[in-house]
């Protein structure tokens, strides 16, 4: 601190006291948002999503299978690939239809949500 940003008593805060009376007297109007932050949250997902667990067919392993996404092929590569990142599993895409391995469905439920999903059934 610089010896002349002190008064003469010695108080380093006393110079803030010539800047009381440019305070504003009520509390400034919260920031609005960017407009790409608005535009983030309009963005929805699907309107629904279905997720069961199925051992058939898969030597009797549990796979977690989310249905009825009605995304485009290239979405549904996207949000498997979103999903195995944020769960830490394996998957893949069958037909129209994410698999993810083993018991996964009350993760899944809490990032579809996440992901603006309208209604997840959980079977």
Not at 14 to 19: H, I, R, S, T
Not at 74 to 95: D, F, N, P, R, T
């Amino acid at each position: 601190m610089a010896p002349d940003d002190k008064t003469d008593d010695g108080n380093p805060f006393a110079v803030l006291k010539g800047l009381l009376d440019k305070v504003p007297s009520k509390p400034l109007p919260p920031a609005t948002p960017a407009p790409a932050a608005q535009d983030a949250r309009a963005v929805k997902g699907p309107a629904r999503a279905v997720v069961r667990i199925e051992r058939k067919g898969r030597g009797g392993k549990e796979a977690t299978v989310v249905e009825k996404l009605e995304l485009k092929p290239a979405e549904l590569a996207a949000w498997l690939k979103e999903m195995k990142q944020s769960l830490g599993c394996g998957g893949q895409v069958e037909e129209d239809a994410i698999v993810l391995q083993g018991d996964q469905r009350d993760r899944v439920v809490g990032f579809l949500e996440k992901k603006g999903v309208g209604r997840v059934i959980r079977g």
